[in-house]
């Protein structure tokens, strides 16, 4: 049984599309692998050391230019590559936007301390914004308009999202970001040049409590940026693009019509 569930796993990500490095000079090593289960179907990217970001792009005759930086969570031990990512950025192209899946940092297997999540979340938030920063260098390349490139992250993703939207500089500065049921960043240094940001928990989420997504919505909102922020009643933790039931399987009808809102898609 070991061996059959290592074999389709291994298998299931041979399938995956090769993503781009994002630090292609770093002498960095390569331990990263996927775990399926075991009880469940989730399939779990782990012991990512080499960054990478993975392109979707959608159909010529229906692309609008904009681009969303998609971050999947995992707690900065694993990245939950389906429902956080790939799925996100598929769901992406509907819309006529390009969907940027990055593989960032995380902890290797068998770390707990918090030095090591310290390290982790650093990496990852280096990770996003230099993902950030190659979308937009190569905007003509991939047909996007430099002014309508986003980034969206789930959980540890969130965090992402949310710091790359305090801390950038005009080379990796998001035009808008999307933090999904976040961890909070440590510090919320909202600059006067952020842009809006769009924030989404469920009140029943046990490991990321929705309050975490207060906090930065008032920060925002203090610093006279747009927000906007839904709490679903029910919907739980780790929901992506996962339907359920919930009232959280809307939520990216939402972030459709926010963006839409912003001018970043038509209406």
């Not at 298998?11 to 630090?23: H, K, N, R, Y």
């Not at 770093?26 to 782990?46: F, K, M, S, T």
């Not at 999904?180 to 510090?187: G, H, L, T």
């Amino acid at each position: 049984m070991v061996r059959t569930f290592f074999f389709l796993a291994a298998t299931a990500f041979a399938a995956d599309p090769v993503g781009i490095p994002i630090w292609p000079d770093a002498n960095l090593p390569d331990r990263e692998g996927i775990q399926i289960g075991p009880n469940d179907n989730i399939r779990r990217v782990h012991d990512v050391t080499r960054p990478t970001i993975t392109p979707f792009l959608p159909p010529a005759g229906k692309a609008n230019g904009a681009a969303v930086i998609v971050l999947p969570g995992g707690g900065w031990r694993i990245l939950a590559i389906d429902k956080e990512g790939y799925d996100v950025a598929k769901w992406l192209n509907t819309l006529g936007v390009a969907g940027f899946v990055v593989k960032y940092r995380v902890m290797a297997t068998g770390k707990t301390a918090a030095a090591d999540r310290d390290e982790a979340k650093r990496n990852g938030v280096l990770d996003s914004l230099e993902a950030i920063r190659i979308v937009r260098s190569r905007a003509k390349e991939w047909g996007l308009d430099p002014k309508k490139i986003g980034v969206t992250g789930f959980s540890a993703g969130g965090y992402h999202a949310a710091y790359a939207a305090m801390q950038f500089n005009s080379e990796n500065r998001p035009d808008f970001a999307a933090p999904i049921y976040p961890a909070v960043p440590e510090k919320l240094d909202v600059p006067t040049n952020a842009p809006p940001i769009f924030l989404v928990a469920a009140d029943d989420d046990r490991l990321t409590a929705a309050g975490n997504s207060v906090p930065i919505y008032l920060a925002f909102k203090t610093a006279k940026i747009p927000a906007e922020m839904h709490i679903f009643a029910k919907g739980g933790h780790g929901f992506g693009m996962t339907k359920s039931g919930a009232p959280t399987d809307s939520w990216p009808e939402r972030f459709a019509d926010w963006m839409a809102g912003l001018g970043v898609l038509k209406r």
